[in-house]
C-alpha cells in the first residue's frame, strides 16, 4: 500500500532552518509529484509548494519564495523540504502530500505529519 | 491565488439528518479546454493528516462512503453528507488545484 512516512518533531531557534524528510513506499515514486502543506496550531492548511519527483523541478508559494528548497534523492524514494530563517509564526505541523500527477493535481495521500515548533 | 471561502463556519447536525457545507471560489476553476474541474475535498480528524474524499469536484475517492456526495462547477460547490454518523465528525475542507493550490478555511462537522 502506498505510505509516506515523515521524520520526527523538531524544535529549532527563530533564524534556523529544519530540514524535513518523507519516504515513499508502494508506488512508482518518480511518476508523480510531491507537495509539501502545513498547518499551525488550530489553523487551516497552507501549500509551501511542490517538487516533480522526476526531474527534480520546483514550484514554490511566493511567500516562501527564498527561504524553501524541496529535493528528492530518487535512490530511497525520499522527498525534503528544508525551510529557512524561522521565525515563531513557521511553528506548524508539516505534511508531504502526494499528488496524483504532475502540477495541477489534487493530493491522494499525505504523510503523518511533522511538528515543527520555532521557540527561543 | 484563488481564495475560497466555505459556509458555514461550523455546524452540528442529529445522527442521521443531513450535513451540507459549501465552497466559493473567487474565480473559476473550470478549465474549458479540458472541461475539468479543479476542485477537491477533504476530511481532517483531530490529530490526523487531511484525507482526500473526492477530486474533479464530485469524483468520490475510493472507499469513501457513499452518504458522501459532492457537486457544483466553476465557482460554486458543496459537500453533502446524507445520513451523520459519529465517524464523520471532523473538520472538512475544500481546495483549489487549477492554480497553485489554495484551501478554504475549513468547516467543522459535530453531532447535536
Known amino acids: 500500500q502506498i505510505r509516506l512516512v515523515q521524520s520526527g518533531s523538531e524544535v529549532k531557534k527563530p533564524g534556523a532552518s529544519v530540514k524535513v524528510s518523507c519516504k515513499a513506499s508502494?508506488?512508482?515514486?518518480?511518476?508523480?509529484?510531491i507537495s509539501w502543506v502545513r498547518q499551525a496550531p488550530g489553523q487551516g492548511l497552507e501549500w509551501l509548494g511542490w517538487i516533480n519527483a522526476y526531474n527534480g523541478a520546483t514550484s514554490y508559494a511566493q511567500k516562501f519564495q527564498g527561504r524553501v528548497s524541496m529535493t528528492t534523492d530518487t535512490s530511497t524514494n525520499t522527498a525534503y523540504l528544508e525551510l529557512g530563517s524561522l521565525r515563531s509564526g513557521d511553528t506548524a505541523v508539516y505534511y508531504c502530500a502526494k499528488q496524483d500527477g504532475g502540477s495541477h493535481w489534487y493530493f491522494d495521500y499525505w504523510g503523518q505529519g511533522t511538528l515543527v515548533t520555532v521557540s527561543s | 491565488d484563488i481564495v475560497l471561502t466555505q459556509s458555514p463556519d461550523s455546524l452540528a447536525v442529529s445522527l442521521g439528518e443531513r450535513a451540507t457545507i459549501n465552497c466559493k471560489s473567487s474565480q473559476s476553476v473550470l478549465y474549458d479546454f479540458n472541461n475539468k474541474t479543479y476542485l477537491a475535498w477533504y476530511q481532517q480528524k483531530p490529530g490526523r493528516p487531511p484525507k482526500l474524499l473526492f477530486y474533479?469536484?464530485?469524483i468520490r475517492e475510493s472507499g469513501v462512503p457513499d452518504r458522501f456526495s459532492a457537486s457544483g462547477s466553476a465557482t460554486d460547490f458543496s459537500l453533502t453528507i446524507s445520513s451523520l454518523q459519529a465517524e464523520d465528525v471532523a473538520v472538512y475542507y475544500c481546495?483549489?488545484?487549477?492554480?497553485?493550490?489554495?484551501f478554504g478555511p475549513g468547516t467543522r462537522v459535530d453531532i447535536k
Open positions: 508502494g508506488y512508482n515514486f518518480k511518476n508523480y509529484g
Open positions: 481546495q483549489q488545484y487549477s492554480s497553485d493550490p489554495t
Open positions: 474533479w469536484a464530485s
